[in-house]
């Protein structure tokens, strides 16, 4: 399968681990595309859509208890198809730009490297589920595990797992960062917001005039 950029709209997708400040930055962003007259759409995975809302608390609830790695895996991937099919394929066919607070790195990185399920039979799924749609720009937000944890209240499933689960997690966003700097920004989020929020706004300006120039083509 190939990777799919749309011509139509902008994608940007906000990665990383717990604590990094991406549902903060997801909504600056969205913010200040806004007020720059553009039109946007926020959204996240899971739980972008009604059918991933229940699916989010399928997987997050720690009242679910423990799950074999491929049904978590597989419960995520419904969750994408749905999102991508419903959501964010329909906004950037309007040509908007669309921000989801995690994609299919989330699932690389966690069911992935986390769980360490098969690399390239998870990759396969996670693709066709998403038809390989794949983000103009990923923004990782980069933080020390032991940092972002430390800022999480009640933890969730996923939180709840031991340092050494998130510290993979971490290395393999990272991981998939160098091997497409073309798509890929990564930032220390244990910056100021405003800090961060700037970076994102110097690295998303770019895609947006090119987005301008591709739709006075058409």
């Keep these: 399968m190939q990777p799919r950029y749309t011509d139509s709209g902008v994608f940007i997708a906000l990665e990383g681990g717990e604590g990094g400040g991406k549902s903060t930055q997801s909504r600056l962003l969205h913010d200040w595309l806004t007020a720059q007259g553009t039109p946007v759409l926020l959204t996240r995975e899971p739980g972008g859509t009604e059918v991933g809302a229940r699916l989010r608390s399928i997987v997050l609830d720690p009242a679910t208890g423990d799950l074999s790695p491929r049904t978590e895996a597989l419960v995520y991937a419904a969750d994408k198809a749905e999102h991508v099919d419903a959501v964010v394929l329909p ?20 069911q992935g490297a986390g769980r360490a399920i098969d ?100």
């Design 91 to 110: 906004a950037l066919e309007r040509g908007e730009v669309v921000v989801t607070d995690r994609y299919v790195d989330s699932t690389l990185a966690y």
């Design 119 to 218: 690399a390239v039979e998870l990759e396969h799924v996670a693709r066709w589920a998403t038809a390989d749609l794949r983000p103009h720009l990923t923004v990782v937000l980069d933080l020390d595990p032991r940092i972002g944890l430390s800022r999480a209240g009640e933890p969730d499933r996923i939180e709840a797992e031991p340092l050494d689960f998130h510290q993979r997690v971490r290395e393999h966003f990272l991981a998939l960062a160098a091997a497409d700097p073309a798509h890929y920004l990564v930032l220390d989020a244990d910056q100021p917001p405003e800090v961060v929020h700037a970076a994102i706004r110097a690295a998303v300006e770019p895609w947006l005039g090119q987005a301008r120039q591709d739709g006075g083509d058409r």
